[in-house]
Each structure stands twice: as C-alpha cells, then as structure tokens.
Nanobody
C-alpha cells in the first residue's frame, strides 16, 4: 500500500503564494510520475503539473509561469510552489503518484485526500 500525505493548503489573497507538499510512503520501489490535479466546485478535475522520473516537468497553460513543481526523490515528496495566485486557482488540490510497489506486480496509482486552496480578497 502507498499512502500520500498532503499539506500546505489554505486561504490566501490574490497575488499571494502557497507551497503544497505531498509525501508518498509505503511499498515503493520506483516512482514513474508525481503530479498535482485540482478540482473547483462544479468543474471537472484537471491536471495542473507533473514531474516524471526522467526529470520532465509539464504544466497546464493556465499556471505556466506562476507554478513550479519540484521533487525530492530521496523523500518521495513532490511540491507545488504557487505564486501570483488568482481567484480562479481556488480548488481542492490532489496529489497523484504512479509507480511500482515491486518489480513483478502491476503499477500503482495513488491519490491524496486533497487540500483546499482558496484565493480570495
């Protein structure tokens, strides 16, 4: 089993910053990709950013230049630095980790419980 612990959400004024973190623990031998999704009220879940095992980072267009995803491989932790926050960034942010628990079994796809980010004046 793989568990994800998220932290860093909260209430912030427009233009402010927050840093989300997500630590994966449990049976992990290899992580293929770590990323962040978000879901605003009444909207579908959308991919925000990913960081794969090859070092490639990708962002959805609406956050490019404002958000930065990073990883600490030794700690199996992924971060999302969010700057210049806008009200439209308000959502529940979910951490996602895909990888392998052993070298024989199928890959896992783990999700955090979500952390609320509210951007409001």
């Amino acid at each position: 089993q793989v568990q994800l612990v998220e932290s860093g959400g909260g209430l912030v004024q427009p233009g402010g910053s927050l840093r989300l973190s997500c630590e994966a623990s449990g049976s992990i031998v290899h992580i293929v990709v770590m990323g962040w999704y978000r879901q605003a009220p009444g909207k579908e879940r959308e991919l925000v950013a990913t960081f794969n095992s090859g070092g490639a980072r990708d962002y959805t267009d609406s956050v490019k230049g404002r958000f930065t995803i990073s990883r600490d491989n030794a700690k199996n932790t992924v971060y999302l630095q969010m700057n210049s926050l806008k009200p439209e960034d308000t959502a529940v942010y979910y951490c996602n980790v895909r990888g392998y628990s052993d070298y024989k079994g199928p890959p896992f796809d783990a999700w955090g419980q979500g952390t609320q980010v509210t951007v409001s004046s």
